[in-house]
């Protein structure tokens, strides 16, 4: 079997796990468990670390769709105002009590900040599934950005993040966008990159939950592929997003 035979393989086994093939191909009787988190029915805890724009925005519809959120930044004030306006399932905390609080992690920061958070957190998101919304811009994060881009983003926050089972999602539509798709549930799709298939199953699950698809383009190292400016970035249809993402590597 060819090194190009393993990866179609593995590819296609992520796929499977994260139910982004037909049902009759999906493995039968597969119980997930990821870090804590399952791909069951039933709610999950999410810690937000960075509870801007797009962790705020999150945090707010997740909570909606019935999932507890802790939100945490360095600013715990903030976080127990914007917990107050989005109510129900909503908590505040600090960045380390909402990366133990959560089944799932999101971290939302500007890239600047991520070796930081990757170090204060280190001992509570080893092992956890991490939803990476991060994006290295130079102008506003300096040499990091530089270095993030050069050896690709996604490979970049696993290095940041060591351990963190990390999905990158949420990195290329606007976060208002995030607020509204479950308007319209599957009409836009969410592409995704993983290396871990039981945390992109997980990832998958809570991006279905606020009304997007979710389409696995691949492992991390393809995570450089989503960030603005991209082809796959903006909203599009689950459809044309595997249709950009078949001709990336
Ligand atoms: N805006 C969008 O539409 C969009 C879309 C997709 C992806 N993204 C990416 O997602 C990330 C977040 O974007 P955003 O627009 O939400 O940014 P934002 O509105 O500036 O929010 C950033 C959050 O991170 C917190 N933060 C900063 N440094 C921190 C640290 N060391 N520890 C804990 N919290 C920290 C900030 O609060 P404090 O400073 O008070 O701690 C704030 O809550 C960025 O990397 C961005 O490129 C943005």
């Given at each position: ?19 982004l093939?037909?049902a ?8 997930l ?6 791909t069951?029915?039933?709610?999950l ?21 019935g ?19 989005i ?23 500007p890239y ?8 204060d ?5 080893r ?19 530089t270095w993030a ?11 940041l ?68 400016g991209t082809?796959?970035?903006?909203e ?9 993402a078949?001709?990336?590597?």
């Open positions: 079997m060819t090194m190009e035979d393993d990866m179609k393989r593995d590819r296609r086994g992520l796929l499977k796990v994260a139910g093939v037909p009759g191909l999906a493995l039968y009787g597969l119980t468990s990821a870090g804590g988190a399952t069951g029915g039933g709610k805890k999410i810690g937000i670390v960075g509870s801007g724009r797009v962790g705020g925005t999150l945090g707010g519809v997740w909570a909606k769709a999932h507890e959120v802790m939100l945490s930044s360095r600013n715990i004030e903030h976080d127990r105002s914007l917990a107050a306006t109510g129900r399932n909503a908590r505040a905390g600090t960045p380390r009590e909402a990366a133990a609080f959560g089944d799932v992690v999101t971290i939302s920061v600047r900040a991520l070796p930081e958070v990757g170090k957190l280190a001992d509570l998101i092992g956890k599934v991490v939803i990476d919304t991060c994006n290295p811009f130079v102008g506003r994060d300096g040499e990091i950005a881009r050069e050896k690709g983003v996604g490979l970049a926050s696993a290095e993040l060591p351990g963190a089972r990390i999905v990158r999602a949420f990195n290329a539509i606007g976060y208002t966008r995030m607020g509204v798709a479950h308007e319209q549930p599957g009409r836009i799709g969410m592409p995704i990159a993983g290396d871990d298939a039981q945390a992109v199953a997980v990832a998958s699950r809570l991006i279905r939950d606020i009304g997007f698809e979710p389409v696995l383009i691949g492992g991390l190292a393809m995570g450089k592929h989503l960030m603005p082809p796959l970035a903006g599009r249809a689950p459809e044309e997003i595997r249709r950009i078949a001709t990336l590597d």
